[in-house]
C-alpha cells in the first residue's frame, strides 16, 4: 500500500463527476453514414491516466462511434475495418506481441485455425464480417512490425478470440481434437478460479410482472445494465460502437460496443426488436475448457438473428440444425465459464454457460425480490443441461462464490428503490463506489475500522482496483445500458472507462435513425 497521501490523490483524482441530463430525440438518418448520429459531448476527464504499455497510444476519453455499417457481412465489415483501422491496429499490436511470447507464432496459427472452424460451423456469416473488417483495415495493418505473423484475416481472428484464449486456454489434450468431458479428469476448480477472479457486474429489469414478482422499474420499461471490468490490461479501452443495418432479410439492424476489430459483443449489444445481451466471465465450475465457439461470434449471430430472448437463448445453446449437422453435437460447444444478461421487453434472464453444459436462471431463483436478475461472476443454477441437453440435477458450478459483494449490491440497490428503476438510476448503479452488507443491506462505504474507501478492493460495481493506489490498470473499461422496446425506438446508453468518472450525458443511439 502507497502512502496515505498518495492514496488521499488518488481518491480526490477519482471523484465521482457523474451527471445525469435528458438526451434530444434523434432525427433521421443523415446520407453521411460516418455521422455519429446519437453522439453527446460528454467525456471521461481520468482515462487519460489508465494505463496502457509502453509505446503505446492513450486511450481516448469517448468510445468512438463508427456511425451506420450497412450491407452484406463483407461489406459491413469492410466499413468497420476502414473506419476503425487505427485503433483496431493498436489492439492487434498489443495482442500479437503478448501471444508470440506466450505460445510461440506456429502454435498460435494453430490454436487461431481450430477457433475457426468452430465459428464456420456456426456462423459462417461470422466469417465474412471478419474478412471484411481485415480487408479494410489491411492498408494500416500492413505498418505492424507483426505484419507478416498473420494474414489479415488471421489478425482479425485473434481479436475476436483473445479472451477466450488469454483466460481460458485449453489443456494439451484438447489440442488433439478432445471435445468431450472425460469422467474423473476434470480440471476442476483451480483452473477455473482465473475466470471467477473476473469482475463485471450487471442486471436486467423486466417492465411485465412474472407471477406475483412485480416490475421494479419506474416506467414499466425493461432495461438491461452491464459494467465490463478486467482485472489487469486488455486492449478493451481502443473501443468502437457501431449500428449495423444488414442487407441479409433475415438479419436484424443492430448496435454493439466493443474492442476495435472484434465483430462485436465485449459488453452490450442490442437490436432493433429489443433484444439485449451482456456478457461477462463465469462462475466457477468443474467442467474443461475447450476450443469451442468464441463469444464475440456467438453473440453477433444471436443478436442479428433472434427476435425474442427465447430464441436468443436457443441459438446460443443448441445452435442452428446446419450447426448441430456441421459438428455433430447436439448443443454448442463453448470455450469455457462463461454467463449472459438476456433481455427481451417482455423477459429478462441469465444463461450461465462452461464448455459442455449451460443453465439459464430467471427471477425468482436466486429469491430475487422483483421481475429482475443480477449477475456478478457468480453461478447460481441449481441444474444445467449436459452436452447432450439432458437435465442434470446439480449445482452449474462451485458454490459458494468468491466475491459476493458486488451481486448483493445491485440486488440491494433494487431492493430499496424498487418501483423506480429507470436509465438514471440504473446509471447511478452503475456508478457505485460501495457496496452493501449481505444480510442487512447495510451500506459499506469504507474498509473496516478505516477512513479507507472500499472501492480500492474489487468489490464495488465501479471497479478501480490499482487505480485506487495510483496503478491504474485493470478495472472498469467501459459500461452501457439498454432500455429495450418491440417498436424498433430501443434506447441505448454507454460510457468509456468507470461510469463514476464520466462527465456530461452518455453517448447514446436509438434505432428511429436507423432503417432497413
Not at 51 to 69: A, C, L
Not at 197 to 217: D, E, K, M, V, Y
Not at 304 to 321: F, N, Q, V, W
Not at 468 to 494: E, F, N, S
Request: glycine share 10%; with cysteine.
Amino acid at each position: 500500500m502507497r502512502s496515505s497521501m498518495r492514496l488521499l490523490v488518488c481518491v480526490l483524482l477519482s471523484t465521482c463527476l457523474f451527471t445525469t441530463f435528458s438526451l434530444p430525440a434523434l432525427a433521421g438518418e443523415a446520407e453521411d453514414r460516418y455521422r455519429p448520429i446519437g453522439a453527446v459531448p460528454g467525456y471521461n476527464p481520468r482515462v487519460q491516466y489508465y494505463e496502457v504499455p509502453e509505446g503505446f497510444p492513450k486511450y481516448d476519453d469517448t468510445v468512438i462511434f463508427i456511425g451506420n455499417i450497412r450491407g452484406d457481412w463483407r461489406e459491413m465489415g469492410y466499413q468497420y475495418g476502414e473506419r476503425a483501422g487505427s485503433l483496431i491496429l493498436n489492439v492487434y499490436n498489443y495482442l500479437i506481441g503478448h501471444f508470440k511470447v506466450r505460445f510461440g507464432l506456429p502454435h498460435l496459427r494453430e490454436d487461431l485455425e481450430r477457433y475457426s472452424k468452430v465459428i464456420r460451423d456456426y456462423s459462417p456469416q461470422m466469417i465474412e464480417f471478419m474478412k471484411g473488417i481485415g480487408e479494410g483495415a489491411s492498408e494500416v495493418l500492413g505498418e505492424s512490425t507483426h505484419s507478416k505473423d498473420l494474414t489479415d484475416f488471421e489478425k482479425i481472428l485473434l481479436i475476436n478470440v483473445y479472451l477466450d484464449l488469454d483466460f481460458g486456454h485449453p489443456k494439451p489434450e484438447f489440442h488433439k481434437g478432445k471435445t468431450t468431458p472425460i469422467p474423473g479428469q476434470r480440471t476442476g476448480q483451480s483452473v477455473h478460479k482465473k475466470f471467477a477472479a473476473q469482475h463485471c457486474t450487471g442486471f436486467a429489469a423486466s417492465g411485465n410482472a412474472r407471477g406475483p414478482l412485480l416490475s421494479p422499474t419506474k416506467n414499466r420499461e425493461t432495461l438491461i445494465a452491464n459494467n465490463y471490468d478486467l482485472p489487469k490490461f486488455v486492449p478493451g479501452g481502443w473501443s468502437v460502437a457501431y449500428v449495423a443495418t444488414p442487407k441479409d432479410p433475415k438479419a436484424h439492424c443492430f448496435w454493439s460496443m466493443q474492442p476495435a476489430g472484434v465483430v462485436g459483443g465485449y459488453n452490450l449489444i442490442v437490436n432493433d426488436r429489443g433484444v439485449g445481451i451482456g456478457n461477462f466471465f463465469g462462475g466457477r465450475s468443474t467442467d474443461e475448457i475447450d476450443f469451442g465457439l468464441a463469444i464475440a461470434p456467438l453473440m453477433v449471430h444471436a443478436a442479428a438473428y433472434c427476435g425474442s430472448a427465447r430464441e436468443t437463448i436457443d441459438m446460443m445453446t443448441l445452435g442452428s440444425p446446419d450447426y448441430r449437422k456441421k459438428s455433430n453435437r447436439k448443443t454448442i460447444l463453448q470455450t469455457g465459464p462463461w454467463a449472459y444478461l438476456i433481455a427481451d421487453p417482455d423477459e429478462v434472464a441469465v444463461l450461465e454457460v462452461s464448455s459442455h453444459r449451460h443453465a439459464v436462471r430467471t427471477p425468482g431463483d436466486m429469491n430475487e425480490a422483483g421481475n429482475y436478475v443480477v449477475y456478478a461472476n457468480w453461478y447460481g443454477s441449481k441444474k444445467y443441461y449436459d452436452e447432450n441437453n439432458q437435465l442434470v440435477s446439480e449445482p452449474m458450478g462451485i458454490q459458494p462464490p468468491e466475491f459476493p459483494e458486488r451481486y448483493h449490491t445491485f440486488d440491494w440497490y433494487i431492493k430499496h428503490h424498487f418501483g423506480e428503476i429507470d436509465a438514471d438510476t440504473a446509471k447511478e448503479m452503475q456508478g457505485i463506489r460501495y457496496f452493501y452488507e449481505e444480510k442487512t443491506g447495510k451500506k459499506i462505504e469504507f474498509l473496516e475500522d478505516s477512513n479507507i474507501p472500499v472501492y480500492i478492493g474489487k468489490h464495488t460495481p465501479c471497479a478501480y482496483w490499482g487505480a485506487a493506489i495510483d496503478v491504474d490498470m485493470g478495472g472498469t473499461v467501459h459500461a452501457a445500458q439498454a432500455i429495450l422496446r418491440k417498436d424498433g425506438k430501443t434506447k441505448i446508453y454507454w460510457v468509456q472507462g468507470r461510469p463514476c468518472e464520466w462527465v456530461g450525458p452518455w453517448q447514446s443511439v436509438d434505432f428511429s435513425g436507423y432503417r432497413k
